[in-house]
Each structure stands twice: as structure tokens, then as C-alpha cells.
């Protein structure tokens, strides 16, 4: 029986950027000589004051002139005028995100216990139009435009600002946007003056958000400087639809092209494709004439004999190199990396990856970090998919928003699969806007795999109104882009409603209702579109309430989630699940489930906490969703004043067999059964807990907790020690606590200082506690449970690094890294 398209849903390969390489739309360094770069980003040199929300005369005068719309050019703000003064102004580098420096600000009218405060769902930073002094924030630079420049097309792209902009360059308004999470591009041709001096000023309005969560405050994407000639592939103007085609593959390539000069132009357009290893595999040309003013799309097919497969495992990239010549001049050179796969969603079997069936191992994620809030540096994105797929993940969801173009890019490089979402599911022109620059951004990606149209849109979800508005929402993207299935995030109204538009329903941890829901609708795919959200305080072991602590074993959870283990046997144990994405990869700020209220300030959903440090479950699903042999034991075996007391003692382990000692005595082995943890009751006794796993008959090494001392000494450790002088790149340095033996103090709270010499400075620090209320931009943090974490960014100069943490009454630690 022939399939429906319900039933089987094909998506062919994709185009993705490689972060070693370079970001579509830049100018490779053998054409640098020949062609302006197209792309400059505006990291540095930015100065940056609060304003204000309500009073004109203290947000730099901006509107206190009903007339501020009258004439092009007039004084629309003092701070927009090139002879301002900003130098009282904070310096600062993009990414930023004001929000982080704002104090926590307690709610004076919370609501009755038991229900959510909505302070709390924003980790009680004031922010909104309570807040009008600590809402509004302008940035200001100057902008350097050579006189060469003259000719030439030119125009800033911002990757996303929170949330209400307003964009003047030389005094005039050149762009409003309204939306936290979507791209923009302005034109400044008109208005800029290169070879004199150009003044870029930029009013950011976060009064108003668009999430239940942490979202930041300001320009915390990247902001860039294009440069083009007249004739040129505009953003995102070039698509690369590649598939597979025997032992070798071929690609549909659709060329944009915008003619923004007088005159017409005979347009000769070269393609090429390298593959992977640098190798020139296929090429072809087309030619066209656009008249002044007018824009064009050129299209071939190119094929070459053997192709190398994106996969999670083995993500290969490769390149079309995309060149433009008029009168026999190179006028525009675009790169557009992309991957070559097959994606199948199959009701019945789940999900194939080049026709190999894989379980989605997801988790889902906002864009917040420790230190930095949500103004991620490039390098942190990385680390962080990096954590995850040490934990096992596969595969990101993006929630609720589009992520960083930079997060895409490094999913495509690593090889993690991406179901990418919308902000808002509306139809209305706003919301449509966003939803095409998303889907024409990344439908050029082999990790996207779906498009998300909503989360939880519970007024709509289960509607005829919603019903219509997912179907123009869909329509939408599949005219945009054919090769990909659409689905939506339901906590409720299964089968009804928007259920029948999309072509994958996400469950968003109903997990109990996805076998009933099969077997009524039998041709539609299901995955778990957010699964598990167990609340865990990293290494602590019983609940607190006094203090907002919850235990790290895998037991807590609110009343609509479910444990880690629970979610997980029932998908891995039924093939038609295509897998799940758990609620949440990292604690985040705002949501601080199961509490939801002051002192709580972040969420407690994560496998690991906002550092990134793991908590337990991190290795429950390490076990599960990766091969290697693995035990995890737990807790720590400190409990002072509870000798004798039964301790239940976990074990996370994908081995067969696991024996427990407790100071050389053997407590017993149990088998290991698939997805599932093991547990014994131990009667404290200070000395070694220790657990030794089995495998094929081999004994694993032994994982132990043993009884510290008090603390003694700082251990100070860096994922890297080599890195980029170029002001922007970044090393994560851990501290952890440990006693005279170089036993890990567990519950330690220790002061530390961190101190830089050389080329390199603190951005952030935090610990992963989630009712701290310490600063996430300072030099000193408490240690959390024995750890913290410090953002160690270089400057723009090279030379040796020397980072110094200390606390009192403790041995230093020192690390040398080389900025080069």
C-alpha cells in the first residue's frame, strides 16, 4: 500500500554555514582583492546609556517634540546628533544584553500562594512599563565609511534586538522593528555619507515582551555593515536544494538577484561546488539582464558523481560558491555552505536520517547563559551544544523563537538536528514577516528538520480560528520551502484544531496520551515536542522549601510533566515515537518551577544548571543516549549528623550489572534493565561509597563518592587554553572546591576572586544556584555546592593570559591561556 503524505514525509538535504569557514553572504579571502567584503560586524566601539520610558527629558529628549515625525532630518533625540556627547556613556560590546546588569527586584503585590507571579516568569528583573527608567536603552558608534564606499550599496542587518527599535543614522530615522527575536535589514544609501564622519545611533525599547521567560533587553544579536555593488545577491538570495542521487548527488540552485543602479545589466552567473575536502566537484553558469531598479532570479541544476552525507555523525559541508560579473567585471561573490541528507518522518517507524532510523535525542532551549544573560558570545553557543552532545543529544529544539544565526550555524557543524520555531502563531503581517525571514534565513540548513508554527497556544490551539490561522501559516512555508514538514507544540486539544493542519504533532508532555492518539490517527507522525521537566537543585538531595531546594533525584516534577525515566521508557520502548526534546537542556532565568515566587529567580527544569554544570539526570540520559559504558553514583557522602540513616543511593548506568560498596563492604549487585536507574537504601557511615559496573563479564573502573574534609584548596580548570585574539572568542573556566586530599567538597560556599593579567577579561560569572541574587558581571562569586564558573573573553591584542581564582583561608589556583 502506497503511503500517504501523512503517513511518509521526505525532506531533502539543505545549506548550512560552518563557523571555521564562512557565514553566507561573505567574500572569501582569494576574492577579498577583488570584491568589498560584503559583511563587517559591529561588535566594537558602541557606548551605551538607560533611558527612559515616560519622560522625554530623560530619554535624551526623544519625543518631546510632538513634531518628531514632522521633517526628515529634524532633531528627533539629543543623542542622535553628531555633536552629542556620549562620553558619560558605558562602553560595551556586542552582544549585549542590559537586563543582566538590572538588580532583582522583589514583586511589593504578589499574587495569593499558589498562584504564578508573573514577576517571577521574567526571574523578577524590572523590566516592563512598571519600569520605565530601566526599559529603554540607546546605543551609540560611529560608523566608518570609507570614501570608496561611495557607489556602492549600503546597509546594516541586525540579527535580533529587544524588542521595539528605532534605527537613526546622521539624525534621521532610517528603520523601526518591532519583534524581539526576528532579523532586519536597514538601508542606509540615502543617508550615509561616506568619507565624512557618520553617526549610527540606535533607541531599544524592552517595556514590552513576548515570552513567559527571561528574554533579555537590547542589541544581544549581531549587528553588521553590508557593503555591495549596485547588482548583487541580496540576504538570504540564494537557495540550495541538494539530494542524493545514487552514489553521487545533485543540487537545484535558485540565484537572487537585485539590480539597485540606473542602468540595465547583462548579468553572467558562475556557480561552483566544493566539496568537503576543498575539491571543486561540479560548476555551471547562467546569464540574465535586469533592467535599472529591478530584481531577478536565476536557476540551474548542478550534479556531481560522488557525494558525501550529512549526517549527526558525520556532518560534511559542503560550499556553492555563487560569483556575478557585468561587463565581464566580478562584482559580487556569495558562499553558501550546505549539506547533503535525507530526512524521512515515517507515522508507523519514526524518524530516518539518509535512510538510517534514528531517535530524536533533543532537548529544548532558551537562548540565557550564566554571566551573559541572553547576549551569548559565538564560542558559548558552541560550548553549549557541545554539553549536550556530550549528554547525548542529537538533535535542538528552539524555543519559543528563532535562535542566533550563530547557534544554526554551529548545529550545522556539529550535527545536531534542529525543529526551529516561530515566535508568535499569527497571521497577522507582523507575525508573517517573522515567520518568512525564518524560514528563508535557515531553509538553506541540513540540521533543520521542521518548521514549529506555535508552543501551547492554548486560546487558539484547539480552535477553527486556529485552524485557519496554522493553514495560512503553512501555506506560507511550504512556498517557501517545499522540502520540509511543519508541526506544532500541543499540551491540549490533541486531534482538534491546529492538530490536522501541521503534518508532525509535537505533545508537549503528554506523553501518557500519544499511544491513544496513534492508534486513532495512525497516518500522522508524533514526537515529544517537550518531555520529562523533573526540577532539580544541582547536588542537593532533599527538599527544602524554606529554602526553594528541590532533590536532585529524578522524582520531582510538576503536575503536567513527568520524570526523565518515565518519558523516556515509553519512547524508546514504541518505534512510532519519533523521540522527544526534554524541558530543558540548562536552567534559565524566569520560570522557577515548582516555586514560582521571590527568592526564586531562575528555573530548576535542566539536565544541567545555568553554568552548564550537570546535575544527576544530565547522566541518566548520558547513560541512555549513548553507547560507551557508563556509571553514575550518587549522592555525595557527606551527611555529617546522620550516621546510621538510610541514604537512598542512585545509580545511572548502561552496563548489565552494578555492585554497591560501602567502605569495602559489598552492599550487592543488581542488574541494570534497559532505561531504568537503580536505587539502594544505605545506612550512612562516613568512609567511601563505591559503585563497580559489569560489562560482557569486564569490570567498568570503579566510580566512588568518598567523605571530604573541610575546604582546602581551589581547582581551576578551562575547556580551552589557546584561543583567538580577536576580542571576541572565550574560555570557560570551572572552579571547583576541594579538601586536603583533592576530595571534592560538596556543599562548599567559598568566596572567589578572579583576577586576569594579559589580554583577556571577565564577562560573567555565576554557580547555578537558582535563588542567588549576585551579579552575573562582576569578578567574585560564591561557589554553589562546591562550584561556580567564570567568562573569560580576550581582547583584541595577543599575548599570555594569567587568570588567578582565590577565597580566603584556601590554597589559589592559577591558569595561563595564550590569546594569539
Known sequence: ?????????????????????????????????????????????????????????RDFDFGIDQRTYAKAGTRVATAA?????????QAVQLPHDWAIDLPFVDNPNPPPMGEDDPKAAHGFKPLGREFPETSVGWYRRSLDLPADLAG????????????????????????????????????ITDVAT???????????????????????????????????????????GVTVRPEPVGSGAKAFVSVELSNEGETDATCEVAMRVIDPDGVEVAKGGVATTLAGWSEGTVDTTLAWDRVMLWSTTTPRLYRLVTEVRVAGHLVDHYEQPFGVRTAVFDAAR????????LKFLGACCHQDHAGVGAAIPD????????????????????????????LMDACDQLGILVITETRRMASDDAAMAELESLVRRDRNRPSVIAWSIGNEEQAI???????????????????????????????????EGVSSVVDILGFNYRTQLMEGYHARVPDQPILGSETGSTVQTRGEYIRDDARHIVPAYDTEHPWWASTAEDWWTLAAERPYIAGGFIWTGFDYRGEPTPFNRWP?????????????????NYFYYRAWWRPEPMVHLFPHWNWEGREGEAIPVWVHANVDRVELFLNGRSLGSKDVLPNRHLEWLVPYAPGVIEARGFKAGRALPPVRRETSGPSARIALTSDRTRLRADGEDVAMLKVEILDRQGRPVPRASEQITFEVTGPGRVIGVGNGNPVSHEADRASTRLTFNGLCQAILQTEQRAGEIALTARAPGLRPAMLRLQAS
Open 152 to 187: 556602492k550599496r549600503l546597509s546594516l542587518e541586525f540579527d535580533g534586538a529587544f524588542r521595539d527599535v528605532v534605527v537613526l543614522l546622521n539624525g534621521f530615522i532610517v528603520h523601526e522593528h518591532e519583534g524581539g527575536y526576528s532579523p532586519f535589514r536597514v538601508d
Open 81 to 89: 546628533a553628531a555633536d552629542f556627547d556620549d562620553d558619560g556613556w
Open 350 to 357: 519514526g524518524f530516518f536520517l539518509n535512510g538510517q532510523h
Open 194 to 236: 561616506p568619507g565624512e564622519a557618520n553617526i549610527l545611533t540606535v533607541r531599544v525599547d524592552a517595556s514590552l515582551g513576548e515570552g513567559w521567560f527571561y528574554e533579555g533587553a537590547g542589541l544581544y544579536r549581531h549587528v553588521w555593515l553590508v557593503v555591495t555593488e549596485p547588482v548583487h545577491v541580496p540576504q538570504w
Open 379 to 406: 564560542r558559548l553557543q558552541v560550548w553549549r551544544l557541545e554539553q549536550l552532545k556530550a549528554m547525548g543529544c542529537n538533535a535542538y529544539r528552539a524555543s519559543h523563537n528563532p535562535p542566533t544565526p550563530e
Open 1 to 57: 500500500m502506497k503511503p500517504s503524505r501523512r503517513g511518509v514525509l521526505h525532506g531533502s538535504a539543505a545549506t548550512a554555514a560552518v563557523l571555521v569557514l564562512v557565514r553566507p553572504g561573505s567574500v572569501s579571502a582569494q576574492a577579498a582583492s577583488t570584491v568589498a567584503p560584503r559583511r563587517t560586524r559591529l561588535a566594537f566601539d558602541w557606548r551605551f546609556a538607560l533611558g527612559h520610558a515616560q519622560d522625554p527629558a
Open 600 to 616: 526564586s529567580v531562575a528555573s530548576y527544569f535542566g539536565a544541567m544548571d545555568s553554568c552548564g554544570f550537570p546535575k544527576d
Open 461 to 495: 490551539q484547539g480552535t477553527e480560528r486556529g485552524a485557519r490561522i496554522a493553514t495560512t501559516m503553512v501555506r506560507r512555508i511550504n512556498q517557501l520551502d517545499p522540502t520540509r514538514p511543519t508541526t506544532a507544540a500541543l499540551d491540549q486539544n490533541f486531534g
